[in-house]
């Protein structure tokens, strides 16, 4: 598959807890801090090659602040930009002022989640102290916290997945891989890729009377095992953990949910090597009898799962 956006770049956190999120980022959930810089903390994993993938800001709200994706080159960045304008989507325009890269174009999807697209980039930067022993790898496997090795995906709500799946389609020029179809024709959810993974990003209807929020942004590990041990290293901390381990039939993760002590849910996945190869891949479709099953294996979902999201309503 071709594409003009080559990957999820990296995601915005908003919290009002500020030293406790990082923290918890930091020392539990276990990702690298390479920038504090005023209200921000730019973090990554250690396997992340960007200078970061989680900007976490100082806020007096939580919820996702931007979500960014990086271009292929500076001519595939320009041939989006071009899309996004004839769209017809409200247009924030072009940023400057980010450590981790250099200029962003700023849009805005119809339920209030900001997007950018960037192509030039500044890659993590280990000192001698992190130099890993391979040097294929972006940065020492450091065995912190939980310590998952990427950002894997972000998961959206809004009032409607049809909407924002034409959003998807002619910004992102992103494709559906699964999809939910309700037994009243509506879209219960999508499941989004630009490139070779299954997705990048989730969009679920928004079942909580909020507008604009977050479900959930996630890190993958290496293995389930690994997700096992971090449960333990949540019940140790005193972190909330919401649902899970259990996997979902959707996209066939392994998953762990937890809620960041500013109430943002984040969650840790393994996906094993679950690839789109197919050119002509066909979206899998789940009727609303099929997804109430529940996962497919673990205990039921808990009904915080379809209506808690951030910022609160």
Same mark, same amino acid.
């Given at each position: 598959m071709t594409s003009d956006i080559a990957h999820l770049g990296h995601v915005e956190l908003l919290t009002d807890r500020f030293e406790e999120s990082l923290d918890f980022f930091t020392r539990v959930y276990g990702l690298k801090l390479s920038l504090l810089d005023g209200d921000s903390a730019y973090l990554?994993?250690?396997d992340d090659y960007e200078f970061h993938t989680l900007k976490l800001t100082q806020s007096d709200r939580t919820g996702v602040a931007h979500i960014a994706y990086r271009a292929h080159s500076p001519q595939a960045l320009e041939r989006r930009v071009?899309?996004?304008?004839?769209?017809?989507?409200?247009?924030?325009?072009?940023?400057?002022?980010?450590?981790g890269h250099g200029p962003a174009f700023r849009f805005e999807d119809p339920f209030g989640h900001l997007f950018e697209i960037y192509h030039d980039t500044r890659r993590a930067e280990p000192d001698a102290a992190d130099r890993p022993a391979l040097k294929n790898m972006a940065s020492k496997f450091h065995a912190q916290g939980a310590c998952p090795r990427r950002l894997d995906h972000l998961?959206?709500?809004?009032e409607d997945v049809e909407a924002f799946r034409r959003f998807m389609e002619t910004c992102l020029g992103a494709r559906v891989t699964e999809m939910i179809r309700l037994d009243n024709g509506r879209l219960g959810g999508c499941w989004f890729t630009i490139n070779n993974k299954t997705y990048d990003l989730a969009c679920t209807e928004e079942h909580g009377g909020g507008h604009?929020?977050?479900h959930h942004v996630t890190y993958a590990t290496?293995?389930?095992?690994?997700?096992?041990?971090?449960?333990?290293? $949540?019940?140790?901390?005193?972190?909330?953990?919401?649902?899970?381990?259990?996997?979902?039939?959707?996209?066939?993760? $392994? $998953?762990?949910?937890v809620w960041e002590p500013a109430g943002n849910r984040v969650e840790l996945a393994n996906a094993g090597a679950r690839l789109i190869l197919a050119p002509d891949h066909q979206p899998v479709v789940w009727t609303e009898t099929e997804r109430r099953k529940g996962q497919a294996w673990g205990l039921k979902t808990i009904d915080t799962f379809h209506t808690h999201g951030t910022p609160p309503r």
């Open positions: 990554r994993a250690w071009a899309a996004i304008t004839a769209a017809g989507y409200r247009i924030h325009g072009w940023v400057d002022d980010d450590p998961n959206l709500l809004a604009g929020r977050l290496d293995q389930r095992e690994d997700i096992l041990r971090a449960a333990d290293i $949540f019940l140790e901390n005193g972190v909330h953990i919401e649902t899970g381990p259990h996997k979902h039939a959707i996209q066939g993760t $392994f $998953f762990l949910y």
